[in-house]
Each structure stands twice: as structure tokens, then as C-alpha cells.
């Protein structure tokens, strides 16, 4: 296997030679891990694929409405290792890495990506966009925030635009955000969970009027998968 660039890190991942192999120091590197598990995909364009999903702590976002709060905090977290991260998903027989959080761009991911990749993983993103891009990715699900809004490297790189819908003028910022990706992103409108109920026949609406926009549901939900 040929050498592989750990991006912003200058280490090369692949065979030792008769120096320290600086692979082990790229491995080295530690990040703060809420929990990491082997289910299936529930949202977004890779929904119904399994997929090993590594949340990372520490988020500077604050969306009134998220669902992992517990994540917010960068410190109350265990450090694991990149090394220790990849060799528990390599367990399982699916090789889809999914690094969120909280805002996983908080910290350097090169590391981590390019040892996933060495490992034969696809590596996909959940971001808010608001922390510079760092990692070699496959895939970037960009899903902006109100509360903070993403750079324009974000827009740029977002393979798949994912909109939370909690109010009626979350779909006017939808358009809004829309406007700054590139033509190949496909783009998604998502119920927040708690107002589902009330958000999806506007959504339906909405998509029907500007059919570009496509639904995503957070299916795991609906099927009690973790």
C-alpha cells in the first residue's frame, strides 16, 4: 500500500522504514470520544447503510433543540486514541465511518480520516460548517445553524446540504443556504424531531413547490435503532 498524506499534519502513513515510522506518531493523537458505535445510517443520503459512527465532544454551536447536549462539552469526554478508534470499527464487517458530534470540526481530524482510509473505510462528515475543514472525506453533509453560521469553505465542499426544520422560516433560510452550494449538492429538509408533527406538511409543501429539495427523516428514530 502506497503512502497516504495526513492532511494539515505532514505525517505519511505506510510502510516503516529503518526510521521511526511516523505512523505512530499520527496514531498518537487523541480526541475526545462521547461514544462510538456499528448501527445503520438513519438520515441523509446514505440512510439504510451500516455504518460506524464516532461522536466527538466539544460543540461551540448551542442549538436550543439538539438532541445530544451531553456532547457540548469538549472536556467531559474520554481521550481515545486514532488507533484505539479505527481498530474497535474495524470489529464490525461495514467500512462507512460517520465523525459527528457535537461539531466534530472542533478538532484536527487528518489523522483520524487517513487512518480510517488506510483501514479501507469511506469516511462522511456530519458538520454545522462552522469550523475550518480539516480530514480527507468521501462524503460532507453540511447542516448549517442559525446560531453559527458556516464558512464559505463549507458551502463549497458540501456534497449533501441538510436543513433541521423547527419553525415555518427555517424554510426561507433553507433557500438562503441553497443558494451557496455548489449545483451537484443534494440538498434535504428535516424534521427536528419534537416538531415533526407539525413541520411535515409544510415540508411536503415546500418540496413540492421547489422539487430539488429532498425529505429526509430520521428513520432510526422511527425504528428504535441506536
Not at 20 to 37: I, K
Not at 151 to 175: C, F, G, M, S, T
Not at 186 to 209: C, G
Request: charged letters at 20%; a neutral charge; glycine letters at 8%.
Amino acid at each position: 500500500m502506497g503512502s497516504l498524506n495526513v492532511a494539515g499534519m505532514g505525517f505519511f502513513l505506510g510502510p516503516c522504514t529503518a526510521r521511526p515510522c511516523r505512523s505512530f506518531v499520527a496514531m498518537s493523537v487523541a480526541l475526545p470520544v462521547m461514544e462510538a458505535f456499528y448501527t445503520v445510517q438513519g438520515e441523509g443520503r446514505y440512510t439504510g447503510q451500516a455504518a460506524y459512527f464516532v461522536r466527538l465532544g466539544g460543540c461551540d454551536v448551542g442549538c436550543t433543540w439538539c438532541d445530544v447536549k451531553e456532547s457540548w462539552d469538549v472536556h467531559a469526554h474520554p481521550l481515545r486514541t486514532v488507533e484505539d478508534i479505527v481498530r474497535d470499527a474495524q470489529h464490525h464487517p461495514g467500512r462507512l465511518a460517520v465523525i459527528t458530534g457535537g461539531e466534530p470540526l472542533m478538532h484536527q481530524l487528518g489523522p483520524l480520516t487517513a487512518a480510517f482510509i488506510q483501514a479501507g473505510f469511506r469516511t462522511n462528515i456530519e458538520t454545522s460548517g462552522s469550523h475550518p475543514l480539516s480530514g480527507e472525506w468521501h462524503h460532507v453533509c453540511l447542516s448549517p445553524k442559525k446560531f453559527k453560521q458556516p464558512l464559505p469553505q463549507a458551502y463549497e465542499r458540501a456534497d449533501e446540504l441538510k436543513v433541521i426544520v423547527y419553525n415555518k422560516h427555517d424554510l426561507k433560510w433553507a433557500e438562503e443556504q441553497a443558494a451557496q452550494v455548489t449545483a451537484g449538492c443534494t440538498l434535504y429538509l428535516q424534521p427536528e424531531w419534537s416538531k415533526r408533527e407539525e413541520m411535515m406538511p409544510l415540508i411536503v409543501e415546500h418540496v413540492k413547490a421547489h422539487p430539488r429539495w429532498t425529505i429526509s427523516l430520521q428513520t432510526h428514530k422511527y425504528l428504535n435503532i441506536p
